[in-house]
């Protein structure tokens, strides 16, 4: 099959031939038929597999078969890096086309986004609970809303936003086009999808599994000697770009001093940081100018650089589902990756539970010359250095730990001067899971 068999029209066409794009992905074969002729679709895959011109293209098709005024299509996406992505790939995609769209986030100030919606947007990429803000306030209006897509269905359920989706949708005309896409499809969503997408078909590719193009290899190590071996690797074997993952965003702070200290050139991503320093980092990643990126799961879903060579787990993930995830960074299209991760004796449990989702067991591989029986202890990350004495006058008090502290919220809530009521979910879910890696400071009374 080729892209031409789609009929798209022309000046899409053009711009898929000037991605380079020929032959379409096993998803983008099934999906975009089902999506140009208009019908509800569910698409089961994870992420790597070109799922997102699977919307893009159908919807961009679509607008300009139909010229009208006003906001005709909705993605929903649970992170403010995915919307981003998105948004840039409709931008790419549609040039030419003179359709507008437009990103809306929490983590930044909400004028821009008021002037872009107020302006007149085609289609909007929103997360869950910014976009109930602008609906509150006013400035974004969904009732001309011919295309809903849910992309990564399941992590916005994991992230805890069914409820203002639910909001988002009894907003929504009942008579339109829904697609819901997802890496695997749990009781609560298959709910979700067959009120929300009815009679939809449904296209699995590659569920729980992940690409065939990745090498996977576990590297046994005793606690206090991870941070070790994971400096050993970076230093020793041939690698491009690689995607470091911990569980906790102070142990990501904690490893990326050690990284930069031998010398590599490295940055960090995690919920702490601000928009502009994630985007910084990001987008150093993707330019080469930072070879090592540091990340929490947040970047797992919807993170898209290319020519990722490695993605090492510091930190074993909890589920398989995460496991497939943090590794779908690497080993896109037909590029090949591996996937190393470090594992302590108290792993066990975990290592199995990936070993059964993958249907395989895994590589246990030993780096020559480490020493693994090294007595003197790495720096535990997940030690803390001592606080200095509480401090007897006010004038007195250190200024508080920056890791330490919760990223400002000023940005995400609505201006107290303009009036306006508040409406649905904190924007900050958008960027975070509820659950906290670290508590706040406890401050002096």
Same mark, same amino acid.
Not at 237 to 264: C, E
Not at 281 to 291: E, Q
Not at 323 to 330: A, L, N, V
């Given at each position: 099959?080729?892209?031409?068999?789609?009929?798209?029209?022309?000046?899409?066409?053009?711009?898929?031939?000037?991605?380079?794009?020929?032959?379409?992905?096993?998803?983008?074969?099934?999906?975009?038929?089902?999506?140009?002729?208009?019908?509800?679709?569910?698409?089961?895959?994870?992420?790597?597999?070109?799922?997102?011109?699977?919307?893009?293209?159908?919807?961009?098709?679509?607008?300009?078969?139909?010229?009208?005024?006003?906001?005709?299509?909705?993605?929903?996406?649970?992170?403010?890096?995915?919307?981003?992505?998105?948004?840039?790939?409709?931008?790419?995609?549609?040039?030419?086309?003179?359709?507008?769209?437009?990103?809306?986030?929490?983590?930044?100030?909400?004028?821009?986004?008021?002037?872009?919606?107020?302006?007149?947007?085609?289609?909007?990429?929103?997360?869950?609970?910014?976009?109930?803000?602008?609906?509150?306030?006013?400035?974004?209006?969904?009732?001309?809303?011919?295309?809903?897509?849910?992309?990564?269905?399941?992590?916005?359920?994991?992230?805890?936003?069914?409820?203002?989706?639910?909001?988002?949708?009894?907003?929504?005309?009942?008579?339109?086009?829904?697609?819901?896409?997802?890496?695997?499809?749990?009781?609560?969503?298959?709910?979700?999808?067959?009120?929300?997408?009815?009679?939809?078909?449904?296209?699995?590719?590659?569920?729980?599994?992940?690409?065939?193009?990745?090498?996977?290899?576990?590297?046994?190590?005793?606690?206090?000697?991870?941070?070790?071996?994971?400096?050993?690797?970076?230093?020793?074997?041939?690698?491009?770009?690689?995607?470091?993952?911990?569980?906790?965003?102070?142990?990501?702070?904690?490893?990326?001093?050690?990284?930069?200290?031998?010398?590599?050139?490295?940055?960090?991503?995690?919920?702490?940081?601000?928009?502009?320093?994630?985007?910084?980092?990001?987008?150093?990643?993707?330019?080469?100018?930072?070879?090592?990126?540091?990340?929490?799961?947040?970047?797992?879903?919807?993170?898209?650089?290319?020519?990722?060579?490695?993605?090492?787990?510091?930190?074993?993930?909890?589920?398989?589902?995460?496991?497939?995830?943090?590794?779908?960074?690497?080993?896109?299209?037909?590029?090949?990756?591996?996937?190393?991760?470090?594992?302590?004796?108290?792993?066990?449990?975990?290592?199995?539970?990936?070993?059964?989702?993958?249907?395989?067991?895994?590589?246990?591989?030993?780096?020559?010359?480490?020493?693994?029986?090294?007595?003197?202890?790495?720096?535990?990350?997940?030690?803390?250095?001592?606080?200095?004495?509480?401090?007897?006058?006010?004038?007195?008090?250190? #200024? %508080?730990? @920056?890791? +330490?502290?919760?990223? &400002?919220? =000023? *940005?995400? !809530? $609505?201006?107290?001067? /303009?009036?306006?009521?508040?409406?649905? #979910? %904190?924007? @900050?879910? +958008?960027?975070?899971? &509820?659950? =906290? *890696?670290? !508590? $706040?400071?406890?401050? /002096?009374?």
């Amino acid at each position: 099959m080729n892209f031409l068999d789609f009929e798209l029209h022309p000046t899409l066409m053009a711009n898929v031939r000037a991605q380079g794009f020929v032959e379409p992905t096993p998803i983008q074969a099934e999906g975009i038929p089902i999506a140009l002729a208009g019908g509800n679709l569910i698409g089961l895959a994870q992420t790597g597999t070109g799922k997102t011109a699977v919307f893009v293209l159908p919807i961009l098709h679509r607008l300009l078969l139909a010229r009208q005024v006003g906001t005709r299509a909705l993605i929903i996406t649970p992170t403010r890096e995915l919307a981003e992505q998105i948004n840039e790939t409709i931008i790419v995609l549609g040039k030419g086309t003179g359709l507008r769209s437009a990103a809306i986030y929490g983590g930044v100030g909400m004028e821009p986004q008021e002037r872009a919606l107020r302006s007149g947007v085609d289609i909007v990429v929103a997360c869950p609970g910014r976009l109930l803000d602008h609906m509150g306030r006013g400035t974004a209006r969904l009732d001309g809303v011919q295309t809903l897509v849910l992309d990564e269905a399941d992590r916005m359920l994991d992230m805890g936003f069914l409820p203002a989706i639910r909001r988002v949708l009894a907003a929504l005309p009942t008579r339109r086009q829904t697609m819901l896409f997802s890496a695997t499809l749990p009781d609560e969503l298959s709910e979700l999808a067959a009120t929300t997408a009815p009679g939809a078909k449904i296209i699995q590719i590659g569920l729980v599994r992940p690409a065939h193009t990745i090498t996977h290899a576990i590297y046994p190590v005793a606690p206090h000697r991870k941070t070790a071996l994971l400096l050993d690797l970076l230093h020793k074997a041939d690698t491009g770009s690689v995607l470091v993952f911990t569980r906790t965003k102070h142990r990501a702070n904690r490893l990326l001093q050690q990284i930069v200290h031998q010398g590599h050139s490295a940055a960090v991503l995690h919920s702490n940081k601000s928009q502009n320093q994630r985007q910084l980092a990001l987008d150093g990643f993707r330019d080469g100018r930072f070879r090592i990126l540091v990340a929490t799961d947040i970047a797992a879903r919807g993170l898209d650089v290319e020519r990722i060579s490695h993605v090492i787990n510091y930190d074993i993930p909890d589920t398989a589902d995460a496991y497939i995830h943090r590794i779908g960074r690497t080993g896109r299209a037909t590029r090949t990756g591996d996937a190393f991760t470090l594992v302590t004796p108290e792993d066990g449990a975990e290592v199995r539970m990936i070993e059964r989702a993958l249907g395989a067991s895994l590589e246990r591989r030993q780096l020559a010359g480490f020493d693994y029986n090294a007595q003197v202890p790495a720096v535990n990350l997940d030690e803390r250095p001592p606080r200095p004495p509480r401090p007897t006058r006010r004038d007195d008090r250190p #200024a %508080p730990r @920056r890791d +330490d502290q919760p990223a &400002p919220r =000023r *940005d995400d !809530r $609505p201006a107290a001067r /303009s009036g306006a009521p508040r409406s649905g #979910a %904190p924007s @900050r879910r +958008d960027e975070q899971p &509820p659950r =906290r *890696d670290i !508590r $706040p400071t406890r401050r /002096s009374a």
